[in-house]
C-alpha cells in the first residue's frame, strides 16, 4: 500500500489508490487518508484526494495532481471544472444581474461533525448536517458511522 496523498479525480479516471478521489462518473466521492497519517482527514466534494503527511489533490472535470513530496508543508494542485455553452440556461428576470465572469463554490466546516466519512452541513445558521459514506459502505444506524469494506 502507498502511503502518499491521492489524486483528485476526474471526469472518468479510475485508480486502484485507495487515497485518490473518485472520478465524477463513480461519484466524485473524496479519497481515503492514508493509514499512517497524522490526521484522518479524507478527500472533498467533487473527488478531491486523501490526505497523507502533505494534502491530497483536488477533484473536477481534470483532477488535479498529487505534490512533490509527502511534506506537511505541501499540498495537491487543484482539479479544474468544464461548462457547456449548451448547458447554460440565461434567463433575465427584473432585479437580477448576469454576470458571465469567474464563480466560486463557497466551502463551509464545522467543528462538530462526528461523521466517519464526511459530512454534509444542511443548515449553516444551527450547525445542522448529515452524514454520507462512500458507494460501497453503509450509514450505521447511529448516523455516524460507516460499515463495509473499501
Known amino acids: 500500500m502507498r502511503d502518499n496523498p491521492g489524486a483528485g479525480g476526474g471526469w472518468k479516471e479510475t ?5 485518490s478521489g473518485n472520478s465524477l462518473l463513480d461519484g466524485a466521492t473524496g479519497g481515503s487518508n492514508c493509514p499512517s497519517s497524522l490526521w484522518s482527514i ?16 483536488g477533484g473536477g472535470y ?7 513530496t509527502n511534506s506537511p ?15 447554460i440556461d440565461i434567463t433575465e428576470e427584473t432585479g437580477l444581474q448576469s454576470n458571465f465572469g469567474d464563480g466560486f463554490v463557497q466551502v463551509y466546516l464545522t467543528e462538530e461533525c462526528t461523521c466517519g466519512y464526511d459530512c454534509k452541513v444542511d443548515d449553516l445558521s444551527s450547525d445542522l448536517y448529515h452524514c454520507y ?16 469494506t473499501i
Request: hydrophobic residues 20%.
Open 73 to 87: 508543508y505541501d499540498s495537491g494542485f487543484g482539479g479544474t471544472s468544464y461548462i457547456s455553452s449548451q448547458g
Open 62 to 68: 481534470t483532477g488535479g495532481n498529487t505534490s512533490f
Open 15 to 19: 485508480s486502484q489508490l485507495l487515497q
Open 133 to 148: 459514506c462512500p458507494d460501497d459502505h453503509t450509514l450505521a444506524q447511529d448516523n455516524s458511522t460507516c460499515l463495509g
Open 42 to 57: 479524507t478527500g472533498g466534494f467533487g473527488g478531491g484526494g486523501g490526505a497523507c503527511t502533505a494534502g491530497g489533490a
